[in-house]
């Protein structure tokens, strides 16, 4: 997931973006992010929000850093 998205506005914004257009992800090291299942769910998508926040936040940070040791 680091990989496809860089920073917070980025995740949220493709992430919505997939879902919207019908577009299946699938995450293999987080599954629970998969939009192949069931998102009718309200509370799933309130987890999905928060592990996407979470994530961004890593990844940013991640980023930020590794343009640092440049």
Do not use: C, H
């Not at 990989?3 to 577009?23: A, Q």
């Not at 192949?36 to 991640?62: P, Y």
Request: charged share 30%; net charge negative.
């Amino acid at each position: 997931m680091t990989r496809l998205f860089r920073n917070m506005v980025d995740i949220k914004k493709e992430y919505e973006w997939f879902n919207v257009n019908g577009t299946n992800i699938q995450f293999l090291k987080e599954p629970m992010l998969n939009t192949t299942t069931d998102t009718s769910d309200v509370m799933r998508q309130e987890i999905n929000d928060i592990i996407l926040t979470i994530l961004g936040a890593f990844a940013q940070k991640e980023r930020e850093e590794i343009r640092l040791r440049q």
